[in-house]
């Protein structure tokens, strides 16, 4: 009975050890912290003069920091497969370990309104499929370093058009 | 019993051993499958330029693929829509950034190609990017679709000054830059400035605008106003077709001769505005037009993958076919060097160095890859709008090493 105890005790080693060895992704465990600005938010065109940041911290100096944005279940976004996540923006980590990252207007138009284009490369905001109202996981990794931190969005229904 | 134990524990130990030294294995000899990742924009502002040089790189494989693949090897083609949008792109990027499979990537846009030369500075994967001469500039492992955009540059200051003294004209001509307001804008004068002051002809001020401008008088006026005698106009069209549109309505295409870097027009905007872009010049490293419809190699890959008809091809097709040709070489020389089952991403890379002189068929010039070169080819034609067609006007021509002028950082 011994004796299988140990066999047991050797596979689960075997396996564990596979999995860490097989691993694509760096699993880091460490202090990185990610904050939203702000964390909260209806979708109107004003995310494009102010859009949605990034910050972050604990992360190695002199990497890149990719943000990107999961997506639930049920919830699709035009060109992203399932199962992929949506890069809405990037820093440059400091001497600190620290990164600030905007999105850009092509990705909140892209990913957070989900707009066609025009052959005059104008978006085409008639076409738009904005998010659904939600809680979002955004998770920022270090590249190389593969540290990961993650935070939450929360896109909000849109408010209800007062009468004029 | 406690011998047992051990021999458990060891054996166990051996079959974990071999599982962490295999992801090392697997990195360094592949499958008989390697793969291409296409970040590319199948959808969003540029992808009328995009998805016909995709379309041409995917066909191409499909081809070598249904020959057997590469002495056997098969080739799969990844092609992610990024939609001009560089997070996108990085974000694509990490999500294969360690898959031993990929062994060499294609970028669309210049800004994403800044960032990924950081990010893959340690671990080099062939990136082909489209026009960037500061690729050539710093050696690495980016490598241009044709020659760098001040080269492109440099061939027409040499068109310039033959076409100024066939007109009979006095003195030196001047041109201008008309284009994006980005880094891709001002490219082709880092190196191309300083080949047309060699040559004598006088560079005035660019005038930049932002991407979807629409209205562009203004800055038109001012070229005028300048005594521009050409103006080399950058973007992605419609943009060459809505600047002469607003040209020929200034009346100033009498004048001034307007002559578009490679994004401009091609069969589908001309199909489409030809009275605007009448008598634009075109610099190009790959066929379009009349060249491209009668292309033997571009009429079969286009009707057997395709099943369009002919006059929907667009000339940037032949893009991605030079891509695919080159790719299939590099491929093929890193078998010939490492064998099948080593392709790792370093051996393409050397490979991508191995194949220059490749003859392509014609639909782009002979491969100029080398260890110190990473542009494309070094050659370009040039082609004129005429009725609503676009007609050579040149053979294949030099386009000169303008990089090499630019002081870099």
């Known amino acids: ?164 | 019993m406690r011998r047992d134990r051990i021999r458990w524990l060891l054996v166990w130990l051996a079959f974990a051993l071999l599982g962490c030294v295999s992801p090392l294995t697997s990195a360094q000899a592949i499958a008989k499958e390697v793969a291409f990742l296409d970040l590319s924009d199948f959808t969003g502002p540029v992808a009328g330029l995009t998805v016909p040089a995709s379309s041409g790189l995917e066909d191409y494989i499909k081809s070598v693929n249904e020959k057997g693949g590469v002495e056997g090897v098969k080739i799969k083609y990844i092609g992610v829509d990024t939609r001009y949008d560089v997070a996108r792109t990085i974000s694509a990027f990490k999500r294969y950034a360690r898959d031993p499979q990929v062994v060499a990537m294609g970028i669309c846009s210049t800004p994403a190609g800044k960032m990924l030369q950081r990010l893959t500075r340690e671990q080099p994967i062939v990136c082909t990017v489209p026009g960037d001469g500061e690729f050539q500039a710093h050696l690495g492992n980016f490598f241009t679709w044709g020659p760098t955009y001040q080269d492109a540059f440099a061939a027409t200051i040499d068109w310039v000054l033959k076409d100024w003294k066939e007109k009979g004209k006095e003195g030196d001509p001047s041109i201008a830059v008309l284009s994006w307001d980005n880094a891709y804008g001002r490219e082709m004068l880092r190196g191309g400035k300083e080949y047309a002051e060699k040559k004598g002809v006088k560079v005035l001020k660019s005038e930049l605008f932002p991407t979807g401008t629409l209205k562009y008088d203004i800055y038109l006026s001012r070229l005028a106003e300048a005594g521009a005698n050409y103006v080399y106009v950058g973007g992605v069209d419609p943009t060459q077709t809505n600047i002469m549109r607003d040209a020929t309505r200034l009346g100033l295409t009498k004048d001034i001769k307007f002559i578009s870097d490679y994004w401009g027009p091609t069969a589908l905007g001309t199909s489409l505005h030809p009275e605007a872009l009448e008598g634009m010049v075109v610099v190009s490293f790959f066929l379009r037009g009349e060249d491209a419809q009668n292309n033997e190699m571009m009429k079969k890959f286009w009707t057997t993958y395709r099943k369009r008809p002919m006059k929907e091809m667009n000339g940037g097709y032949a893009i991605g076919l030079g891509l695919g040709m080159s790719l299939e070489a590099a491929i093929k020389d890193a078998i010939k060097r490492v064998g099948p089952d080593k392709l790792t991403r370093d051996e393409i890379y050397k490979s991508y160095q191995n194949i220059t002189g490749l003859d392509r068929q014609g639909v782009v010039g002979p491969v100029a890859y080398a260890p110190k070169v990473r542009r494309a080819s070094d050659v370009v034609k040039f082609y004129v709008v005429k009725s609503g067609k676009i007609i050579p006007i040149t053979d294949w021509v030099e386009a000169p090493n303008a990089v090499a002028l630019h002081k870099w950082e």
């Open chain 1, 1 to 164: 009975m011994r004796q299988y105890n140990w066999m047991l005790v050797g596979i689960v080693l075997a396996v564990a050890l596979m999995i860490v060895g097989h691993s694509g992704v760096k699993s880091v465990a460490g202090d990185a912290a990610l904050t939203v600005v702000p964390d909260k938010t209806a979708l109107s065109p004003e995310l494009i003069k102010q859009p949605v940041q990034f910050k972050g911290t604990g992360f190695e100096p002199g990497e890149t920091a990719v943000v990107e944005m999961v997506l639930p279940k049920g919830v699709t976004v035009k060109t992203v497969a399932e199962g992929e996540n949506v890069g809405l923006a990037f820093g440059d980590v400091d001497d600190k370990g620290a990164f600030v990252a905007k999105m850009a207007p092509t990705a909140t138009l892209n990913w957070f309104f989900q707009t066609e284009w025009t052959k005059d490369m104008k978006p085409n905001l008639k076409e738009a499929k904005p998010l659904p109202p939600g809680t979002y996981e955004i998770v920022a990794t270090g590249m190389p370093s593969g540290k990961t931190a993650k935070a939450t969005l929360e896109i909000l229904k849109p408010a209800p058009k007062t009468e004029k």
